[in-house]
């Protein structure tokens, strides 16, 4: 009952998921690889997954016999293509972020699962998956009264120099934009972006930092402060504010330290260590459903309300502090 | 060497700016007493202040030989005549906020006192005597960097029915507008209001919560929550990001429980409590400079400049997102 | 390169530790299954291992030759006899607490692997592999300066009637002396019991709370509350002071709450839920270290050392508050 | 109304407790001032209290007429003779710490104050009006139930070399001495004395860290850590253990920087800066009560408990971990 699965693209995060199925979760191995450089394919099997067998295109994998689910993790402009494959061979398929790099793109992803008439697709959007997350939206459920305000930051010690303003959007905020459905159950209606000065370590092609206001059909309004040259740390705030009360999302663990007439806790600096865990729940997630045929979690829909979001956020960048209208057709019934 | 002053308008904070003078601080002592209901007057005189003579008017108390400095804890609308009285006379003034009811009014005052060559207006903004807000100056002068973002909160609990949309700025606001400016020694340029759906609390006549977002001079963007029917407690947050870090304004002193499987500390529930230190300073420190003839703190300046800010606020309340500009005439020299 | 694994004794921590590594670890199958109770072996293997044999005695199990490693989650009296049956064998195995249940007994199991020459037993001392006291350690070793007193706590909301005094110290602080030893990188040479008065939701058999006072080899002074009916929740503390400063275990995540006049985050009630990441753990260490013929981790010589410091707490708990010393044979070299 | 004060002893608490009546509370003048060096009075006099007149000797400010209450700021050597001086005219005097340099002289205190037969004395022991301790006191007293263990520190970054064991009972712990009978409203009945290895940064002459239990006669038992090389700061903890819950004296107000990786508040270095304000409230009750013509507060039964309890801990801290019994007379009526 070993769930039988195929990674096409074996860069950074495509061995890290690899690694995952073979030595840290239940229930799967991979038996395929598939990358546009084969010797990277290579060095995974070699490292990795000794068995696994390796194929030329990702369209190949795909059609293979003894592929029962798929992992998306090559270059984002080829998402779209290898997940309608999947889609159009009915085998579940995990796909990392973006689920395509249009709103045009995502949609016919949306169009051909529901053709195909059952969810076959997962997207990876991990964060739903983090125990603090998890912890915050049963606090908003239980605790604190139906949300009215979100107020959250997401903050980065550094960016590469080649890190413009619209990467603020599709880089950083994604992660905001998809939890903060899920977290609140709803949908956006409008976007706004605000900016102070530019921070001294920006550049001339990045503002930085920059707030961007959401509101969503409940009427909830969101500021979601976006800081990529903060410098202290890899930092990741939320705060709800409900009708009876606030609930914010937990730091990360840390012990606490009594030092050099300080007391002080470490803040993680690489974002790769902050959500490390939940990308082992996720893919378990993944091969628990695709070991029924199916899939559960962020679904194709999402990621394509994530990138109308997305698109018009970044219309607001341009737009001087006034507000976007963010539109979604009605959503079909396979995403009820 | 006691500084002897008068005190018009025995109401609430009159008897209690009456008490702090008889009771708790040194150098000072009250002489003098007016109100429009004379019983009050004799009340205060009664239980606080045997000492004192009564006035039957404001005007005749400040014109008395034996007040050396006068406190104006009346109603509002008759703030602006006393204090302008009081500039004619020569005579240190410490006045309760609002300084006037109008920007006009307090621009008056301004004049007079430049008029005068000397400060002799200390405004009744006692924030800026608060031991947390103090520290927080203190981090971002010393820790921060230059600010670049100010996020905040004001909550409290709930409101009497009477409350309305505009004075969720004079009433409430009020007070982050001037410390912020003191904060960052800084000037605001325009203000916006965003507004989320209404809470199930609040009512027709009443916007709540409400984000204000303030731009300064030197392009810090503020976003200040106002929620007035949070439920949970009386609330003061602010959190100042800058280039190289952020610092967040202490916590109220409360003691660590762990009881009934919750780690929890108090927050307060009534506004009178949370800055009440800063009041025993702020006349400290008017008793200090009123012994020299002159006063030091929050100015006329500062009040004028309020006044402004807090009519543009308003307007932006009725404005639906848009900015609304902020614009004072040049700082006298009498106020850098 | 899976490794086989047989289970002996499928009670509540037998049958979680199974589903551990059919549904949730990598690397490793549950092939064989062992109880007194035959009907409860069965139900395990039903719900989990449906390809896992059942056998009629543990020893049994342990000569199969498909089982590759063995899990001795047993009744604590047959600990011992299971464990050297498996060094006979030459199998990894993995024991719960206790390793036996004298010290005499756990003496018997070191001299056996001690003759056998190398490592084959890894005792199931779970909090070494918990985030937050790898995260202490960690700190101790790079912050504090070496240890010089250890502030701890264990506390349970309530136990049921039939616990009594001595197994605060065999049930309760066994814990606590395994992880000190291995967190200081220390031994213990006395132990002292302190009381207060009993706590009012104890009885006549049971001292509640007590304080612990251990001294180590390197002169650390450790005392450890222990207190079975806190109420208030299942509560672990523990403080490190150091030449240079102090490091504090972290507090389990929780979501900060503002509610009802409080800022308040969740305490733990039920221990299970405590420490319940560092089962994956360990046990996902025993796996890698079983798949290559060995053991690493708290090993038996850890069980003896705590089976030895448990007796002396235990005849400390007598002794009215005198000092009882703690003595351990020289450590073979198999455990440096 | 004003209460006029005479000060012996003008060093640097006398000069401190000069500067608070004169510039900081209200109700009282320091209108005499003695010192054995001449040269110190006249300067504080200069300095703080022109119209004060000089004094020979203590005894001579005692009667002089104009003098209403005393104040004994004088070396330890001197309190007791000024204090029976003072109560022998029937004056109330406020004496700092310690009452009497041996438990014999506080007594002598104490019957000549019941012989006088009412309330005269106030000692110096202002952690009583710290409003943590208050807080912490009202959380024990409304939520904790009953107290059964107190865990506590006090933490000295370093101390000169002059410093020696039992120091550490009479200039540090002496503090919680006294702070935990009121807390707890309970007495002492015995103490013994804890070491682990010392500190490297201390010396021959002195055990440092070193832990003091102490039981009452309620059953509380109390563990403090007096640790005065501890290196980070001036920390003093607080940790009581009720039936149903703990409470924490909470920590002085910091502002919360995330900073260099770090979420960092800052702790106190220097002893004078921790419980500054609560020498203002003390000595403005000692104003209070003098002013009706007696005392309250920490009383002269108080001062001679600490020093009978410091004379065991110091017994306790040669007696290798073995308890010392404290005992007391009868609690005299007068300060029931």
Request: charged share 20%; glycine share 6%; with cysteine.
């Amino acid at each position: 009952m070993t769930l039988k699965i195929g990674v096409i693209g074996t860069g950074m995060i495509g061995r890290d998921h690899t690694r995952r199925i073979q030595q840290v979760l239940a229930g799967a191995e991979v038996v395929a690889l598939s990358d546009v450089n084969l010797a990277s394919a290579e060095s995974v099997r070699a490292d990795l997954a000794p068995n696994a067998k390796l194929y030329e295109t990702g369209e190949a994998l795909i059609a293979a016999p003894e592929v029962d689910a798929v992992l998306v993790t090559s270059w984002g402009a080829t998402h779209e293509p290898y997940v309608l494959a999947a889609v159009a061979a009915g085998k579940p398929v995990f796909c990392e972020k973006p689920l395509a790099t249009t709103a045009e793109g995502a949609r016919r992803i949306v169009e051909a699962e529901v053709a195909h008439g059952k969810r076959l697709v997962q997207v990876g959007f991990m964060r739903r998956y983090d125990a603090g997350y998890l912890a915050l939206r049963q606090a908003v459920q239980q605790h604190t009264g139906a949300p009215i305000l979100v107020h959250a930051a997401h903050r980065n010690p550094a960016v590469p120099e080649a890190y413009v303003t619209p990467m603020a959007i599709h880089d950083t905020l994604i992660h905001e934009i998809d939890v903060f459905r899920w977290l609140l159950d709803d949908d956006y209606v409008s976007a706004r972006v605000l900016y102070p000065r530019n921070a001294a370590r920006s550049h001339s092609k990045l503002r930085d930092p920059q707030v961007v206001v959401l509101e969503t059909k409940k009427g909830v309004l969101i500021d979601v402060e976006i800081f990529v040259n903060c410098q202290y740390g890899y930092d990741i705030q939320c705060e709800v504010v409900g009708e009876a009360g606030t609930a914010r999302l937990p730091e990360p663990m840390a012990v606490a330290l009594r030092l050099d007439a300080k007391r002080q806790s470490s803040i993680l600096t690489d974002w790769k260590d902050r959500f490390v865990a939940s990308y082992d729940v996720e893919l378990q997630d993944f091969i628990a459903a695709a070991s029924q045929g199916g899939a559960t979690g962020p679904s194709a829909w999402d990621g394509y309300a994530a990138a109308v979001t997305s698109d018009a956020c970044v219309q607001a960048q341009e737009s001087a502090g006034q507000a976007v209208a963010i539109e979604l057709p009605a959503r079909p019934a396979l995403y009820e």
